[in-house]
């Protein structure tokens, strides 16, 4: 079955402290894995997409990696203004070809204290 | 503005009164979908549309139609809704296999 697990559930930095938020995943073909960013109610905002192995990206303060079985989401001196719940999500390659079904993991929610 | 609007943004109902949620995206995406958020369970995907007139059940569908007769547009009905259908709803859309846009949500609460 199709699972991604985010780790922690929940992390308090304090500004500038540097870590990593973790995604690891369990999906029959991996088509491609996004990072979003979630505000108190609000809708998740994207982040990233990373399609192969050894794939990274980056972003201000953030830099998500991918290997064969997970994914991190770096956090560089982050700042208050980080603070948010931080959602992965893989896109699956079904029958037949891609599909459009994403799997999203529970989150990450990151609290950055001034 | 590029965006992906629902509504209502908030709504209490009572157990068997049918409802509609609207959603429409102005980027002239393909691919449109309905997810429902919930504690501890994360984002949930109900349908999703690839194309006109072209729909699928995602992960949690029972309780759940939608059409999509316009491409911009892809309302999601309730037909009888029930207490375990209380939750916040997020409509989405995207290019082909790409990242999905999507709106600010909509917060059901059924009495």
Do not use: L, R
């Given at each position: 079955e199709d699972q991604v697990t985010q780790s922690p559930e929940a992390l308090r930095l304090q500004e500038g402290e540097s870590s990593s938020l973790n995604c690891s995943y369990t999906v029959s073909g991996l088509r491609g894995l996004f990072w979003y960013r979630q505000d108190p109610g609000k809708g998740p905002e994207f982040l990233f997409t990373l399609y192969s192995a050894g794939e990274e990206k980056e972003k201000e303060r953030l830099k998500a990696t991918l290997t064969k079985k997970e994914s991190f989401l770096h956090i560089t001196?982050?700042?208050?203004?980080?603070?948010a719940t931080y959602l992965c999500a893989v896109q699956a390659v079904g029958y037949g070809g891609a599909t459009n079904k994403l799997i999203f993991g529970t989150g990450t929610l990151l609290a950055v204290q001034p | 503005e590029a965006q992906v609007t629902q509504n209502p943004r908030y709504l209490i109902t009572v157990t068997g009164k049918k409802l509609t949620v609207t959603c429409s995206q102005?980027?002239?995406?393909?691919y449109m979908s309905w997810y429902r958020q919930d504690p501890g369970l994360g984002l949930r995907q109900i349908y999703y549309s690839m194309n006109v007139e072209v729909t699928d059940k995602g992960d949690v569908p029972e309780g759940y139609k939608v059409s999509r007769k316009e491409k911009r547009n892809f309302p999601l009905i309730l037909e009888s809704p029930s207490p375990n259908q209380t939750s916040l709803y997020f409509c989405a859309s995207s290019p082909a296999w790409s990242e999905q846009f999507f709106g600010p949500g909509t917060r059901l609460t059924v009495l």
């Open positions: 001196a982050p700042k208050p203004e980080d603070s | 102005n980027m002239n995406h393909e």
